[in-house]
């Protein structure tokens, strides 16, 4: 239920502050008063765009502030689910700052409009004039059935669409997938053939450029080992390891007699040791390296085959091409099990789509129910209205394709006079008649809702006389399960409700600006007089005001 709402620096509204009682609200004043304004400030609250068009003073911020009581509407979910605080007693706000920039809070957390107005739809509904056309919407007219059908056939349907739909999305993408894969597959299998063909081994590379070094360098590799070899250990007098054994010789006379000469014997013996193992090393190697045409060519081929290879594909190592190739082999694997995958995907699809065209029975069974029940409940409230000889039926028929909300679609068909046909409501309601369908169908479809507030901004254009008496009194009943607030003209509606606002212009300085103030109970007899009459009012019609207030 909404209980205050503050606005500040908003269009001609300087500030004010309006408190609300539960129950039936009425709010009247002089066309052109602001009262629309009011409602303007409320949908910023509600998750309407907004920009600097709406600020009185340009360098100040516009502020719209109102507090609700929504114990027991069962939000705490919705609040968890945004990380909100939540509290029986709800603020919102909402800032539109010079800089064109928004602000929106929610219990004092800053939210996104998203659930500003997910929130707003739990808590408020503006039943504006124009929305009295949504009557030809079929999306409204669903949405009505369904919720008079209590919405659990339509959740059922809705679970089972979005995984048949999820299943379709992932077949067409996997057919595409297979489109292509097919385009690419003679080129796919080319390059993984040659990689394959290749036998590449990971180390591979560097070993064949060490061999191509070698093989390039062969005669001076030899050469060198050789002549080293030669240096420790040759025929004449001069070679290392000839000199060393002499020195040995002289060294091993005197060990006995002088304690270093031992130490420095068996170090020269381990050096001999040492030293004949290089010159046997350095044979065998020098005797290992052969230059063999052959093999320099061979390896050659094979480096220039490894280059090639990773300058086609963009990479630098042997490691790389190995998984390219076994990527490359994973695609042609896929591409040779898409047809299975397909055909059993198209299974599920025809099973979900099967469970679809299940719930999509129930779920239009259940709105034949509801709107079965709905041209048989309004129609006591269109009598009551002035209609005796209305006439009102829902019809429901098969769309060519299933949607998001099923596979219906609904016509209202109306008549207000007797023996006439029954036709689309658009075609043949006036919009006095219109507004008093609306009405009568706002009244069952809340009767059927959590919804704490609804306000009625005019609804009741086109009618008169005893006809806006039997709108007040609806509203009246309205008014006992939910808040119902009213913009009217009407004496008749506003000398019904519980609480009076007024709606007024005055002259703030050089400014006119837009005020609101909550009527007392004389106060309330000489303001449906005026409605009555004029202003000032006649005798008679502030002898009327207080029989309609009576």
């Given amino acids: 239920m909404l209980q205050t709402l503050h606005i500040e620096n908003y269009a001609l509204i300087r500030q004010t502050d309006i408190r609300f009682d539960g129950g039936f609200v009425a709010i009247t004043g002089e066309t052109g008063a602001g009262k629309s ?32 009581d929504i114990a027991g509407l069962g939000l705490e979910g919705l609040f968890a689910e945004a990380d909100v605080d939540y509290d029986d007693r709800l603020i919102l706000r909402r800032e539109i700052l010079p800089s064109a920039k928004s602000r929106a ?13 997910q929130l707003g739809t739990r808590i408020i509904d503006i039943h504006s004039q124009h929305q009295t056309l949504t009557l ?66 990971p180390d591979e590379q560097l070993e064949l450029e060490q061999e191509s070094q070698l093989l390039a360098h062969a005669e001076a590799v030899r050469e060198g080992l050789a002549t080293a070899a030669a240096m420790l250990d040759d025929d004449t007098e001069q070679a290392v390891l000839a000199r060393l054994r002499r020195a040995k010789s002289a060294l091993s006379h005197v060990a006995d007699y002088h304690k270093d000469a031992a130490e420095l014997l068996a170090r020269l013996d381990s050096a001999l040791i040492e030293l004949d193992d290089v ?26 085959l490894i280059y090639r290879l990773e ?77 005796p000889e209305a006439r009102f039926s829902v019809e429901l028929t098969a769309t060519a394709t299933y949607g998001a909300n099923g596979h219906d679609a609904v016509a209202f068909l109306f008549n207000a006079n007797k023996g006439g046909e029954l036709r689309d409501l658009a075609k043949v309601a006036s919009g006095g008649e219109l507004s008093r369908l609306m009405l009568a169908i706002k009244s069952m479809h809340t009767s059927r809702t959590l919804l704490p507030t609804i306000i009625f901004d005019e609804i009741d254009t086109g009618v008169s006389g005893d006809i806006a008496s039997a709108v007040g009194r609806i509203m009246c009943r309205m008014a006992e ?17 519980g609480q009076h606002q007024k709606v007024y212009k005055e002259t703030d300085g050089e400014r006119t600006v ?37």
Wanted: hydrophobic share 45%.
């Fill in 37 to 68: 304004i009011m409602l303007g400030a409320l949908g910023l609250l509600l998750g309407q765009r907004a920009d600097t068009a709406v600020l009185a003073e340009k360098d100040r911020k516009c502020v719209v502030e109102a507090t609700f």
């Fill in 105 to 117: 809070f929610v219990n004092d957390t800053p939210v996104q409009l998203p659930f500003l107005k």
């Fill in 136 to 201: 030809a919407d079929s999306g409204y007219r669903l949405a009505l059935l369904d919720t008079l059908a209590g919405g659990k056939e339509l959740a059922a349907y809705r679970d089972a669409y979005r995984e048949y739909a999820s299943l379709k999305r992932e077949l067409e993408t996997l057919t595409a997938t297979e489109a292509q894969n097919r385009k690419e597959q003679d080129y796919l299998q080319f390059q993984f053939d040659e990689l394959n063909d290749a036998r590449l081994a």
């Fill in 279 to 304: 010159d046997s090393s350095l044979l065998e190697a020098a005797d290992g390296v052969i230059y063999s045409p052959e093999r320099q060519q061979q390896v050659d081929d094979r480096l220039a």
């Fill in 311 to 387: 300058k086609k594909h963009g990479v630098e190592d042997v490691a790389a091409l190995i998984a390219l190739r076994d990527e490359l082999d994973a695609r042609l694997q896929a591409i040779m099990t898409l047809d299975s995958r397909i055909e059993a995907l198209m299974e599920r699809v025809d099973k979900a789509f099967a469970i679809v065209q299940e719930a999509a029975g129930k779920l239009t069974k259940a709105r034949h129910k509801a709107g079965e029940g709905l041209a048989k409940g309004i129609l006591p409230t269109l009598h009551e209205l002035g209609m």
């Fill in 481 to 497: 399960r939910m808040q119902v607030v009213a913009i009217t003209h009407l004496p008749q509606i506003a000398a019904k409700a």
């Fill in 514 to 550: 837009s005020c609101i103030r909550e009527l007392s109970a004389d106060e309330r007899i000489t303001e449906v007089a005026v409605m009555l009459s004029s202003d000032p009012p006649t005798a008679a019609a502030l002898q009327t005001a207080k029989e309609l207030m009576a």
